[in-house]
């Protein structure tokens, strides 16, 4: 069975910086595309980033470009969203989904995505 597990959320001023960690068991994510989204309260679900399988072509949301970073550790079995300079317009739950299919490239729509984390909280405040 599959299992993605998001952590590194929290609570953050602006300007600041986090790491969310996307870990799966039961599975080996070197080879697949792996999407982090989020969801603000009333908003519907976007993608933020996306890493393609063997750290193939990122993708990055006009609203993170040169702010989030995402990577990849094949031997941790982990991909990482690393956020920096947070804004308030951050704050979102933030979830983490694989695709299962082999593909070196990766998408920002949530359907191309077939299993997903319980997602973690991230908000931005002073």
């Known amino acids: 069975q599959v299992q993605v597990v998001e952590s590194g959320g929290g609570l953050v001023q602006p300007g600041g910086s986090l790491r969310l960690s996307c870990a799966a068991s039961g599975f080996t994510l070197d080879y697949h595309a792996i999407g982090w989204f989020r969801q603000a309260p009333g908003k519907e679900r976007e993608g933020v980033s996306c890493i393609g399988g063997s750290s193939g072509s990122t993708y990055y949301g006009e609203s993170v470009k040169g702010r989030f970073t995402i990577s990849r550790d094949n031997a941790k079995n982990t991909v990482y969203l690393q956020m920096n300079s947070l804004k308030r317009e951050d704050t979102a739950v933030y979830y983490c989904?694989?695709?299962?299919?082999?593909?070196?490239?990766?998408?920002?729509?949530?359907?191309?995505?077939?299993?997903w984390g319980q997602g973690t909280q991230v908000t931005v405040s002073s």
């Open positions: 989904a694989i695709d299962r299919g082999y593909s070196s490239y990766c998408s920002p729509s949530l359907y191309e995505y077939d299993y």
